[in-house]
């Protein structure tokens, strides 16, 4: 069976944990966001794709859910030292290395697929992990700071600012030029499963769907897409995504995530049992529902929902 997954970082990292052991034995392509990206320090750091890889790889701080285990912070104290910032920014020292092999690479003229497909052979995720793009793409928020409009970008909207403020807009720039990466349209042509994953509707797979293509790939590969809610109990399971789907004019409640994607694109889609009564809701909309446990408290709770998609999958397939 040949899986493809749409991946933010840990909602998408956590749940491809769950699906490989659900699918030992399936081909998985993941599709990973880079509209988190960002350049700090001079090099090229790629948030959601490491976060796939090192969770994946067995290099991921469990706890945190996002960065290496056993990390140090010895080289930002040192450029703190010399008030080279942003100091915001969390990143460790073994970290440090990842970024600088990207950026090295990058630099000799390798594309971000490939450099990714080098990352990958020292962690061997297991799946084959696909920038969305290897063009540049960045995703802006617009927001207002004492009275003053400004777009800033993704990473400081999320963790300088912490969300605190209203986003007006969330904007993928570089987006309409871009295209997919090597690799992402075949795989999705040769799917027999798409799954969307509970990651971030809005800045994970929104911005991924935002490549001009890949949204039309999916609509029209002809295999069951089936996607898992980020919410759970009119809230976000973890972080901020109520904030960005504010922006697009979305309410935080999982029906009305699955009527954003809409039954154009999504099958069917699995909401947490707390969200039952919304099952007639998003079946009335065109896509298949099942209300199953939803919450990634450990491997066996994240396989059980990754089987639950499948054969959701299997099920609208008929
Ligand atoms: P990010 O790039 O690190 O923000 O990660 P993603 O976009 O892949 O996923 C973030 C989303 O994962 C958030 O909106 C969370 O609500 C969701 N999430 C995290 N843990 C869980 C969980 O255990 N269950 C469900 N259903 N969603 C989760
Ligand atoms: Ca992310």
């Not at 450029?79 to 440090?96: I, M, N, T």
């Not at 994970?204 to 001009?212: D, E, N, R, W, Y």
């Not at 898992?228 to 922006?247: E, H, N, T, Y």
């Not at 049992?273 to 909309?285: L, R």
Request: net charge negative.
């Amino acid at each position: 069976m040949r899986i493809v997954v749409l991946a933010g970082g840990i909602g998408g990292a956590r749940f491809l944990r769950g699906l490989k052991r659900a699918a030992p034995d399936a081909e998985i392509t993941v599709i990973g966001n880079t509209g988190d990206d960002i350049h700090l320090f001079g090099l090229k750091v790629c948030p959601d794709l490491d976060t796939v890889m090192y969770t994946l790889g067995g290099g991921i701080d469990e706890e945190q859910g996002w960065g290496r285990a056993d990390e140090t912070f010895r080289v930002k104290e040192e450029l703190g030292a010399y008030g080279v910032g942003p100091e915001w920014f969390g990143l460790g020292d073994r970290d440090f290395a990842t970024h600088i092999v990207r950026t090295q690479m990058l630099a000799a003229g390798y594309p971000l697929s490939a450099v990714t497909e080098a990352l990958c052979a020292r962690w061997k995720p297991g799946v084959t992990l696909l920038p969305m793009s290897d063009d540049r793409i960045e995703t802006h928020v617009a927001v207002e700071v004492d009275g003053e409009r400004k777009a800033v970008h993704f990473q400081e909207y999320w963790v300088r600012l912490r969300a605190s403020v209203p986003a007006e807009a969330v904007v993928p720039v570089g987006a309409e030029q871009a295209e997919p990466a090597p690799g992402v349209l075949a795989a999705i042509a040769a799917a027999d499963v798409i799954l969307f994953p509970p990651s971030n509707p809005v800045v994970s797979i929104g911005t991924i769907l935002a490549v001009p293509g890949i949204r039309e790939a999916i609509a029209e590969a002809g295999v069951p897409v089936v996607g898992l809610s980020p919410i759970v109990g009119d809230a976000p399971v973890r972080g901020m995504a109520d904030k960005v789907l504010a922006a697009v004019g979305v309410e935080a409640t999982a029906a009305a995530v699955a009527a954003h994607y809409g039954s154009g694109l999504l099958d069917g889609w699995l909401v947490d049992t707390v969200d039952a009564g919304a099952v007639a809701e998003v079946e009335a909309a065109g896509i298949r529902c099942r209300a199953v446990p939803l919450m990634m408290t450990g491997p066996d709770a994240t396989a059980a929902m990754a089987g639950e998609a499948l054969a959701l999958a299997a099920e609208v397939r008929g």
